[in-house]
């Protein structure tokens, strides 16, 4: 299984602990998107929306998991990790 990490936007801050499901119910493409400097919306391609991240705290669920973390320049609504 293959993870590319890909980053477009504003802020310095980092993904770290990325793990997704070595098994998962339906494969998919994960697509992270600021909404503003501390909040971000999990989507698949296959799932559409799915969660919402938190800067600072552990994101988990079924099929991935991460941790954001903050910068010295804050994320701006539309930065994405795929």
Do not use: C, Q
């Not at 299984?1 to 980092?14: D, E, F, I, Q, V």
């Not at 494969?27 to 296959?46: C, L, M």
């Not at 705290?57 to 903050?70: K, N, R």
């Amino acid at each position: 299984m293959a993870y590319g990490l890909a980053y477009a936007g504003t802020g310095n801050g980092r993904m770290t602990g990325y793990r997704a499901a070595l098994t998962p119910a339906i494969v998919d493409v994960w697509t992270i998107v600021a909404t503003d400097a501390t909040h971000f919306t999990v989507s698949g391609a296959a799932h559409g929306v799915y969660a919402y991240a938190v800067v600072g705290t552990p994101f988990t669920s079924g099929e991935l998991a991460f941790t954001i973390t903050a910068g010295t320049t804050p994320f701006v609504a539309a930065t994405r990790s795929r």
